[in-house]
């Protein structure tokens, strides 16, 4: 059984450097954002919906969250082969908690934009909730 931590709590944070090194990557929490939304996506789909990625980055930061265990990646048996992305259940559980730190910004100024890519509901088959806007 894990017990629960309180602020009074010491944490080591040395076990967790590397996941939080890749987290706290430009584009590694929008690719989290829109896998936890849409339930899965090709390369080129989350190029496109991410806009200004080039393909470099999108391929190291998609390596790099497979490798820490927050998304898996599936090769579809199509001429040509395709691929999908999507959130394991440590990437669903982060993005859960990706959603009080939006609305914490958004109570002290922070502003929608048109397009953002996160939601607070999803429409991932995984989870089987349904889409509610941001």
Request: proline share 7%.
């Amino acid at each position: 059984m894990k017990k629960s931590l309180s602020v009074n709590d010491k944490f080591c944070f040395c076990p967790l450097s590397g996941v939080l090194d890749i987290i706290a990557k430009k584009w590694a929490l929008l690719i989290v954002a829109i896998l936890g939304n849409e339930g899965e996506k090709g390369f080129n789909e989350l190029k496109r919906e991410l806009g200004s990625i080039s393909p470099k980055p999108l391929s190291d930061t998609l390596k790099s969250l497979e490798r820490i265990g927050l998304v898996s990646k599936k090769v579809l048996e199509t001429s040509p082969p395709a691929v999908k992305y999507s959130l394991t259940p440590d990437g669903r559980e982060l993005r859960k908690h990706l959603i009080p730190m939006l609305i914490w910004v958004s109570e002290r100024g922070g502003q929608d934009m048109p397009g953002c890519p996160i939601r607070a509901r999803n429409n991932s088959p995984e989870t089987g909730e349904t889409s509610k806007g941001n």
